[in-house]
Nanobody, 125 residues
Framework: EVQLVESGGGLVQAGGSLRLSCTAS????????IGWFRQAPGKEREGVSC????????YYTDSVKGRFIMSSDNAKNTVHLHMNSLKPEDTAVYYC??????????????????WGQGTQVTVSS
């Protein structure tokens, strides 16, 4: 059974860094995509970063480009989101999600069928 577990959230001051981790288990398909999403208070859930198995290239939403880096530790079936220069507007619950159908990276919320429980990131000013 596919399971995703996020970790690494917490409270950090503006300008600080956090590393989120998403550990996946139960994948049985070669073609997949992993996405990081976040939902801030009172706002819709939005895509942050994603990677697909077809090209292994990470993509980022404009607001985090140059600050966030997505990486993979294949030996541990873990994807990381390195968040640097954090801003208060980065405050949100961060989720990882898996799409086992296409192997293509996508920021489309509807493309993901499996979700982790979320981890809270709070950036204070």
């Amino acid at each position: 059974e596919v399971q995703l577990v996020e970790s690494g959230g917490g409270l950090v001051q503006a300008g600080g860094s956090l590393r989120l981790s998403c550990t996946a288990s139960g994948f049985t398909f070669d073609d997949y995509a992993i996405g990081w999403f976040r939902q801030a208070p009172g706002k819709e859930r939005e895509g942050v970063s994603c990677i697909g198995s077809r090209d292994n290239s990470a993509y980022y939403t404009d607001s985090v480009k140059g600050r966030f880096i997505m990486s993979s530790d294949n030996a541990k079936n873990t994807v990381h989101l390195h968040m640097n220069s954090l801003k208060p507007e980065d405050t949100a619950v961060y989720y990882c999600a898996a799409d086992l159908w296409s192997g293509l990276a996508t920021m489309s919320l509807e493309s993901y069928d499996y979700w982790g429980q979320g981890t809270q990131v709070t950036v204070s000013s």
